[in-house]
């Protein structure tokens, strides 16, 4: 764990609000695997969270990795276990050693994301706690979830396992490039969420879900199942990579007003 993100502590995650504005709905924002490595990283995400009249906007940062400490540590040991063959030329050691580099940083960036994913299936399963502390200083009557890659996965999955108290006021929960495959138990336990909109966002061309660990088919690829007992808007985004759904997401939220709150609807 590098020094900024070791600065999360001991329960996994921060709260940065964007603002104190105490209103009475809160937009509640979730990152994905290794979003956020350093300050600028945390500076350029908060860039792209609109600023709603009337709404809270709360950045939960959690420890979800650094991929590039990760490759440069793999690389490093590398290289100091690399043993070639004395009478082997310089060109057959370089190709040995970097055959022995690439498998060794693909080995351990496969490990890496799926400790990650577990990471975010225990934060998921203690969502309630996390809303908890976002409202340590304001009571909210409604919250929007919004979540990219295994945030998305950590929010709907945590939904699901929501207190009463707060799945009453949980309205839209908007998923973008969603690092987890559809489940048949999530229809019964989304239903329970009275006022609830799911956004899906998707695109054909997030290659980077094609290659997750254990090969689930993510919701992040293909729209999910509508429903009758909550309201289910797939938008496939045409042309997004994985990351490009932050970047373009205050454009996105202006074009399809995710974060519209109307609960009589």
Known sequence: MN?????????????????????????????????????NDLDALQQ?????????????????????????????????????????????????????ALKKTAYDAVNKFEFIEKKSDNLGSNLSYILDKCESSHQYEHINLIGHSLGARLVLQGVCSLSDDFKSKINNVILMGGAIGWRHEFGPCLEQIKNLQLFNLYSLKDIV???????????????????????????HCTGFGHTDYWPKFIHLNETHKFLDINPNA
């Not at 879900?209 to 938008?235: F, M, W």
């Open 3 to 39: 020094n900024f993100s070791h600065s999360i502590g001991q329960v996994g995650f921060n709260i940065h609000p964007l603002g104190n504005n105490q209103s009475p709905c809160a937009n509640i924002y979730f990152h994905g695997f290794t979003a956020i490595t350093s300050k």
């Open 48 to 100: 792209s969270i609109p600023i709603v009249d009337n709404q809270d906007s709360i950045l939960v940062h959690w420890d979800s990795g650094d991929i590039k400490e990760s490759a440069i540590q793999s690389i490093k040991n590398v290289i100091e276990n690399f043993t070639p063959s004395k009478t082997a030329s310089w060109k057959d050691k370089a190709i040995s050693f970097t055959q022995l």
């Open 209 to 235: 879900l094609v290659g997750k660990p254990g090969l689930e088919h993510c919701i992040g690829r293909d729209a999910i199942p509508e429903s009758r007992q909550y309201r289910v808007t797939n938008i």
